[in-house]
């Protein structure tokens, strides 16, 4: 309906064009749910911005556009939009018939697990790369805040109709390697203690489980760092991600990359393109020719890769070897000053607008309005285990997930921890979870066959209410996909929205009644409800939706 009325809308913005003989560019055609239900069901803002462009009266422009519109609108729609008007200051509002809602609820209960399915993706080749932390200790909240993401961002492009893969890169075979190496030596005494980088319970328990290897390659820094790396992913970090209830397609070491020869290559490439020079006795790359504000290096002075030489190959390692179409990577927020350099390399190599990147901000965990700093068992931020701990619910990884996606990841974020705790409908994902169980009740307890009912029963403000709320799922997952900052929180937003309206139409209205036909449309009402509850929490943000609590 969306993609109908959009071209519907430009052709009366081309046709008005053509008959005022104006020559403006046609600005996008953007399409908002108004808040209030008395100014449509779905309203555009056209008519305001072709206003600007030509400084005209932005309302007698949507009063003209809805004449242009209106006959072919109708038509197209095969009487699906009941009303369209014009309103101030140069709004356009749609009102759809309440037969188009009612014939919506079937076709969400036939759909099955495939409603808001789509194939706009067309299979594209999608990789999300998301909590690649350097495994120099267990993963801390910021870590959880990502993985969250990109696993929702993942599950997202899936119902989008894009081929998805799902990445963790190991780095294993960098400078975080060595420091981690260091500590270890510092820790079993054998440098200086001021040689130390990390700290906490996991480093002595290393320590004293493997004296004998340290002891043996106390010269060989790189080796110790290596084992210890994999030792943490294996023991701390992959039990954590267990946790998360996140399964990764692959997990991609950055030491055999390095191993393989990859990076050179990728420089030859680079240099077949004639994309680098010597400078200073380094090997620069010309980022400035795609928009960089300054080239960069990639081989220094003493022969040693630059940072970003590595991760240039690992790209070109997606793109060029791997064949994926799109790359989304997420990083940490300390990487902000690295993101335009990648973008421009990944398109030196013949990649242009394939790799996108998302920042996620930090987040301090509250208690009692006090922030918890410190981990005792890492020694640095406090672990995602122990926020589990501290959360000390069955459920408190499904809480976790809950509350990390119900922000955008632009901002920063407050754990609150005492509402965390809390297993009441205070809490929204308790909210979500008591709507389901009370749904699940509602059709566990039916005794009547509401499999064919007659929807045009459904005709009351908070049914009508519901349905449009359940049917904005497919427009959401579409906006998420679309939108290159990839918005997943709005999932969290809209489950609870479909709790609410649910909650609503259960308190005003009787799901089983003394009228058989009026109880049959309600059951699939509340049917078409649960399909979407669990879609939304269970299919794409990844959280358990019982029928019982």
Known sequence: MHEELKKAIYEAVKAQQKDCGCDFSIPGVELEHPKDMRYGDISTNVAMKIGKLQRKDPMAIAENLVKQLDPGLVRMTQRRIEKVEAVKPGFINFYFSSDYYQKKVQEIISAGKKFADSNIGEGKKTQVEFLSANPTGPAHLGNARGGFYGDVLANTFQKFGFKVEREYYVNDGGGQVIKLAKSILAEAEIIPGDERVYSGVYIKKWVDENRAFIEENKDDQQKIGYKAAWDVMNDYIKPSIEKMHIKFDEFFSEKTLLESGAVEKTIDELKKKKLTYKKDQALWLKTTEF???????????????????????????????????????????????????????????????????????????????????????????????????????????????????????????????????????????????????????????????????????????????????????????????????????????????????????????????????????????????????????????????????
């Open 291 to 549: 928009g960089d504000d300054q080239d960069r290096v990639l081989v220094k002075s003493d022969g040693m890769y630059a940072y970003i030489a590595p991760d240039i190959a690992y790209h070109y390692n997606k793109f060029g070897e791997r064949k994926f179409d799109h790359v989304v990577d997420v990083f940490g927020t300390d990487h902000h000053g690295y993101v335009k350099r990648l973008l421009t390399a990944t398109a030196a190599l013949g990649y242009p607008g394939q790799l996108d990147i998302r920042l996620l901000q930090l987040v301090r965990l509250i208690q009692k309005g006090k922030e918890l700093r410190m981990s005792k068992r890492a020694g640095t931020a406090v672990t995602f285990d122990e926020l589990l701990d501290l959360i000390g619910t069955k459920d408190a990884s499904d809480v976790a997930r809950f509350f990390f996606l119900s922000r955008d990841l632009d901002t920063h974020m407050d754990f609150d921890l005492d509402l965390a705790k809390d297993t009441s409908e205070k809490n929204p994902v308790y909210y979500v979870k008591y709507a389901s169980a009370r749904i699940n009740g509602i059709l566990r307890n039916a005794t009547i066959d509401y499999s064919k009912p007659n929807l045009g029963l459904i005709k009351k403000p908070a049914e009508i209410d519901l349905i449009k709320k359940l049917i904005e799922l497919p427009e959401i997952v579409e906006q998420v996909a679309s939108d290159k900052k990839y918005p997943v929180h709005k999932f969290a937003y809209y489950i609870t929205e479909v709790a609410e309206k649910f909650h609503k139409f259960y308190h005003d209205y009787r799901v089983v009644s003394d009228d058989a036909e009026l109880t049959k449309a309600r059951l699939a009402l509340v049917a078409a409800t649960k399909n979407v509850l669990e879609i939304t929490g269970e299919d794409i943000l990844g959280i358990n939706i019982p029928e019982r609590m």
